[in-house]
């Protein structure tokens, strides 16, 4: 498709010649005459002419279709046109129609890992609103160098997605080979389960966001001395297997399901009052408590235990600080810290900020520095802590 100038300044695509249907019933002559509905009667012959409607709709000529019918490849053509939409925008177009440079958006889809062809009419309309989407987050005033590596964590992660959701419908798939009535139903299960993981996505990105738009305002507020209903001081934890992504990148996405579902019924079975397990988050668990002693013992005993249960290594990292309780989440900078701890944290350990260790009963616990760490989003390293328990006389 070529733009033309309107008056005004804008562009728009050029108009393209429509090609005249063909009547139904001298379509299905010409399907007989070419032999493609040959020894095929009742509900077969019916799917069979369904599968050759949706081809001659994309465009598939009938040579076309006759070469795929003889050589058992009319199932894999059928998804190949089905699941690959067609382009009809070059890269030079995209940039045009989304205000960008071609070198920008080049950049941007490399870094979300869409393909950047150098030629030819490749993408489609919902390629021009991937590359609006860097003009917009730029008119939001947003960090250039923050852009695109969000992006590329995004471009990184979703292949993982697709693969989680491929499994779904992968003995369709293998069903496919020879009966192209399989791959048509199938072909339209993907489009749903796409639409269904877009809603998905968008709904937890938006909540997640808004959870940590939140956190930071509470954090604020208790900078600044302001009251917020609810809010406490407390522990909050955070406990996640290291090497999950790895794992990830290497198994299939059922056995990532279930070394994080043995998690989750680790810290279920473990976890009791004054502590509390507020949610699972991928290869991660969340805790919190009001009591700092209950909360590391909590900690240091899920690490053993994912030990013992031959998960991989589990640490945790822990602060204290002024939360505030919403819809069974908490909010605030130490679930904000939390977070950011056990990213530095070793394998097998329980590491604490100062904030927290003041809390806990020495007595109890002993402690050791863990050196100065410089946390993602804090402006200043931080010294850290591992503690463990003392041993009983």
């Known amino acids: 498709m070529r733009l033309v100038p309107r008056p005004g300044g804008l562009v728009s695509p050029a108009p393209r010649l429509l090609r005249r249907p063909v009547p139904h019933r001298v379509q299905i002559e010409n399907f007989e005459r070419a032999g493609l509905l040959e020894g095929l009667s009742g509900s077969d012959r019916a799917a069979r002419i369904g599968v050759l409607d949706t081809l001659v709709a ?9 070469a795929a019918t003889q050589g058992n490849r009319l199932a894999h053509l059928l998804l190949e ?16 129609l989304a205000g960008l440079t071609v070198e920008d958006a080049r950049r941007w889809f490399r870094a979300i890992g869409r393909g950047a062809s150098e030629d030819g009419a490749y993408y489609n ?5 991937l590359a609006r989407g860097l003009k917009q987050y730029r008119d939001l005033g947003l960090d250039e160098g923050g852009m695109f590596a969000a992006a590329r964590v995004m471009g990184r992660n979703i292949w993982t997605l697709a693969d989680a959701a491929e499994a779904l419908l992968q003995d369709r798939l293998a069903a496919a080979g020879d009966h192209p009535e399989v791959a048509l139903q199938y072909a339209v299960e993907v489009r749903r389960i796409a639409d269904f993981q877009a809603q998905i996505l968008a709904h937890i990105l938006a909540t997640s966001l808004r ?22 001081q407390i522990g909050v934890c955070f406990a996640d297997l290291v090497g999950f992504t790895l794992l990830g990148e290497q198994g299939a996405a059922d056995d990532l399901s279930r070394v ?3 998690l989750d019924r680790l810290a279920t079975d473990l976890v009791v009052s004054p502590v509390r397990l507020v949610k699972t988050i991928g290869d991660a668990v969340m805790l919190v408590s009001w009591d700092a002693s209950a ?14 249960e031959g998960l991989p290594p589990l640490r945790a990292g822990i602060d204290w600080g002024t939360a505030v309780p919403s819809a069974g989440d908490w909010f605030g900078r130490p679930v ?5 701890v056990v990213a530095v944290a070793p394998a097998h350990e329980v590491v604490v900020t100062g904030e927290f260790y003041d809390e806990l009963d020495t007595d109890d616990f002993w402690c050791e520095p863990a050196g100065s760490h410089r946390l993602k989003g804090i ?13 009983v006389a």
């Open 58 to 66: 994309e465009n598939v000529t009938i040579d076309e279709l006759r």
């Open 81 to 96: 046109h089905a699941l690959s939409p067609k382009g009809t925008y070059s890269i030079e177009e995209i940039s045009q």
């Open 125 to 129: 309309d919902g390629d021009v609103s």
């Open 211 to 232: 959870e940590q738009l939140r956190s930071d305002a509470v954090g604020i507020a208790g900078d600044s001395n302001l009251h917020i209903r609810g809010s406490q």
């Open 260 to 262: 994080a579902e043995r």
């Open 295 to 308: 909360l590391a013992g909590a900690a240091l005993d899920l690490v053993d235990a994912a030990r013992l």
């Open 336 to 340: 904000n810290m939390a977070s950011r």
């Open 379 to 391: 402006d200043s390293p931080r010294e850290l802590f591992a503690i463990g328990r003392r041993s």
